[in-house]
């Protein structure tokens, strides 16, 4: 028996068509810890680690742990029919799940459950070199800026400062932040000065989670996945594992 | 003679732009009845049965009964270019259809009038087991909802409550009204119990008329035509008919 | 040595995308008068004749008068970077011109000189027969309207009115400007009573300066050049010329 009520449609809402950016179906693991999903996209470059706690939720009610597979494509469609700030309740029934949207009258999508290969995927314990808190927006603002040039991404951690960087042909583009002169940049953590790249074509789908939380951190080392953490407390917690772009000279 | 005058600007141009879902050309009748339209789809799946009164237009003169062909594709690129509040003046000048907008100066569209083949086309009569009236909005609404999972909706009249519904691979979406906890279902008419389906396709076209009048009139019966009616007093009348999807099992 | 400040990031963003409309890459002036610059569009149809004073900076400083040239389709992209108010500096580093865009943080683009083949480009000294000076915006309606039948407008300066006119298949379109009725017409100077048609694919890039001055000045004679000026006062001037199209009988 699974049943949960979300007044925050805008934040369920969301959190799915984020998933989608990565994957198109997806096996979701819902406990008493939440709603839980871990998943590759398909061509293996990046990870969602995805949780929705049960405190997102105005009633939530689960008897025991369960797995079920899911089309996420649908799921976007079915939501992408929520406008406004109608209630959502999302349920269990037989081998479906209901989604209901509460309106001044009643409406019922039922998407069927699918039976989806368990890749049995294991979120990497990664260490870095390098743990910068940041504004959401100034990643986005900085993937975008970079992406004018280049198709990559370069980030630095100086003891003192973060840059980011683009390149392209005989142009770049440089984001500098210094903790001292913007509030852009929240907290920086350098174990040891780090530089590494990474695709600005993932990066563009992950930044999405910008409207979810307002601060994010990056956690990265050279020729190294960053990890990339977004938290909006008592809410949802999203990480994404990215591969690095090797430098070959 | 002919000389009408519009102030209501936005009507004329939505009456024009909904005319042309369905055709690119027709065949108005300009009599002291108003502007009449009756017209049938290339592919003779759905009829408009368009009326627009006398009493919508702020001045309306016609000496004798007209019938003019026009097209109707390039009437909608003219209106287009009213932008705002804009008055318009039509009125038939040799074989021209004359369209002025009055705003701080003077613009005149001249357009031919086109010599088209008379269809004749009657109004059939029908006669219906279930008379569905609701706000426009919902019927928008459940279009639009079907039209995620499936490419055809099916109505539902019961005695007490009426629903929607679309079917996809294994799922699908419900949508129900019940006249004694919603006001979206404004009236209820059912001699017999009838389900019937229609195309999504066409159905997206004619809920354009949403934007013309607050509720709308559903008639339909089993495995025969949908007559989908919109009324705004005073202003216009806008029939559809569209034939049924008949299932074959 | 140069260097010009601009919080105003608005027109320069606006005056590039104009530039941009005829010309992908271009070589700027820039001297103590202010950043100039005279492009031909690769089909030799239209040149722009570009003029951004001193004034419109904040800051302006040059040591002596130089030739740059640069991609405006890369400026451009770097300039859709600016979302608001953010002040911009730009510089010239080497053979770079840096593109700083200061808000809470510091972006730096730098992008390179290009070594492009001077055409050594003269404005051509043209007298004509009717100067008309017209609310921006009034152009630019009319050239739509005359777009929506036709791929050409032709101008017809009387003494007393002025009237734009566009002809399809049996369709037109007339705009008629009567100084006495109407504002939009500022000035009407008619030393011949005269007729030329112009494209409208041109026209249609030209009148995205209307965003950057109020008022516009049309000066043409009968199969004659038109020269189109706007001016916007201590910013900026733009004039246009545009070959006409002579009509062959």
């Known amino acids: 028996m699974f049943k949960a009520v979300i007044d925050n ?12 950016e990565l994957v198109g179906e997806g096996i979701f693991e819902i406990s008493t810890d939440g709603i839980k999903l871990v998943a590759m996209d398909p061509a293996s470059v990046a990870m969602i680690v995805f949780h929705l706690l049960p405190s997102a939720f105005s009633t939530y009610t689960v008897d025991e742990s369960k797995k079920i597979g899911l089309s996420i494509d649908k799921l976007k469609d079915v939501l992408r029919r929520v406008t406004g700030t109608e209630r ?14 509460q309106d001044t009258y009643h409406r019922k999508f039922s998407l069927p459950l699918l039976d989806l290969d368990p890749q049995d995927l294991r979120v990497p314990a990664l260490e870095f070199n390098a743990v910068v808190e940041l504004k959401s927006d100034v990643l986005k ?19 003192e400062k973060f840059v980011m ?5 005989n142009s770049d ?21 780090s530089s590494a ?23 990265f080392k050279k020729d190294y996945p960053l990890r990339l953490d977004y938290t909006s407390v008592n809410q949802l917690k999203v990480s994404f594992i990215l591969a690095p772009r090797v430098e070959t000279d």
Chains 1, 2, 3 share one sequence.
Do not use: C, W
């Open 9 to 20: 449609s805008k934040l369920f809402k969301d959190s799915i068509n984020l998933i989608n």
């Open 88 to 101: 959502i309740i999302i349920s269990l029934v037989d081998a479906n799940l209901l989604v209901e949207i």
């Open 141 to 159: 603002n900085g993937v975008e800026d970079a992406g004018v040039l280049s198709d990559s991404i370069i980030l630095h951690a100086f003891p």
């Open 165 to 169: 960087s683009g390149r392209g042909d």
């Open 173 to 193: 583009v440089t984001i500098e932040l210094d903790p001292t002169t913007s509030d852009a940049l929240v907290n920086l953590d350098v174990k040891e000065e």
């Open 197 to 219: 790249k990474y695709s600005i074509e993932y990066l563009n789908k992950m930044i999405k989670a910008s409207k979810l939380a307002e601060n994010l951190t990056l956690n």
